[in-house]
């Protein structure tokens, strides 16, 4: 997987420039730093937000860190959290996160559920009292190190019509499952259960282009193209699937709630419109959900790693719609954007790398992020 891939090139080339991630990875770790977050966790943190833009997911990167930041200066986040686990049995545990940052208390959740996989085989880690924990991805891939698969499950403020219903009902939700492969990329999917995240509703508002109709409506609802009018007026993004239930809208609203009775109504977190933003006074009460799959349990792990490969090339081998177009595994395009990106740097608009410098100040740290090439 050496060749070069980006899932979006920057549009006009001339507003964007790209950062070295390695840089950026370090600055953002020190803003947290600077907020008294323990080191340990700060890292996490960065890694989480920075992994994010490499694979494509510039919704989840970087352009959400004002988010934390703010969320802990008004003390909805705790920076001395001390995540203790309420209850456990062999094969299963119920963490509270005491309000810290959702990136390390999910870091923290899947290491257990690794853990107890590999002494159970199939393993369930759920989370309450945590914060919104960036891509659901990440903490899907830890299995994968350990030759496990992954399914990752979180919950998050209210911000998806549920269908035939004004306003916002239920939460983004995304579930991300992995699997490990013979040979890189792992497979890898990670959706929200919307039609898309509101961070890409943020992006293209910073990045000043009008969204697609059908992503969201106005609390009358009326569809919307201005991402602006969309956060500013508290819009609601729609379920995967889209408006009413002519094209499965029905099915992305369910399955957001299915995400929210397993992170919030199962393990006491808060869930639908009683989950808090992170810029808040009080904790957001987000839960996660955690499962860790031994694949050694069920099969050697040579005959899963074969016909996960037969599997991949049965779908790489379907007919295509048309000549020029491709037909990927689930998380292939993520990979190939992280692999191009790592050698020539992120692509991050102007917008957002003054929100970064604008962090950096408020922290008194340097803003020493390397440019690659850009403005």
Sequence with gaps: ??????????????????????????????????????????????????????????????????????????????????????????????????AGLGQATAHKAMELAIEKAEESGVSIVAVRNSHHFGMAGYYALQAVRKNMMGIVMTNSEALVAYTHALGRNLGTNPIAVSSPTMTPPPILFDAAMAVVPI????????????????????????????????????????????????????????????????????????????????????????????????????RPLDQFLSNIEKFKEYLKSLPKISEDSQIWVPGEKAWLTMETRKRIGIPIHKNILKELEDEGRKAKIEFKVKKLNGP
């Design 199 to 298: 961070g890409k509703v943020e992006v293209y508002s910073k990045e000043c282009k009008k969204i697609p109709l059908g992503w969201a409506m106005l609390p009358d609802g009326k569809l919307a193209d201005d991402p602006g009018e969309v956060l500013a007026k508290k819009g609601a993004v729609l379920p995967l699937g889209g408006l009413g239930e002519e094209m499965g809208g029905h099915k992305g609203a369910g399955l957001s709630l299915i995400v929210d009775l397993l992170c919030g109504v199962l393990t006491g977190a808060n869930w639908g419109r009683k989950v808090k933003h992170t810029l808040n006074t009080e904790p957001a009460n987000v839960g996660h959900f955690m499962v860790a799959i031994d694949v050694e349990r069920f």
């Design 1 to 98: 997987m050496s060749r070069l891939y980006e899932k979006t090139v920057p549009d006009p080339p001339e507003d964007y420039a790209r950062i070295d991630h390695e840089s950026l990875k370090n600055f953002v770790a020190d803003v947290f730093i600077s907020l008294e977050v323990p080191r340990e966790f700060a890292l996490i943190a960065a890694d989480v937000l920075v992994m994010a833009d490499l694979m494509g997911v510039d919704s989840h990167g970087v352009q959400r860190l004002t988010r934390y930041t703010g969320g802990i200066r008004l003390g909805s986040v705790n920076t001395k959290a001390k995540m203790r686990v309420v209850n456990q049995s062999t094969s299963t545990a119920l963490i509270d996160g005491d």
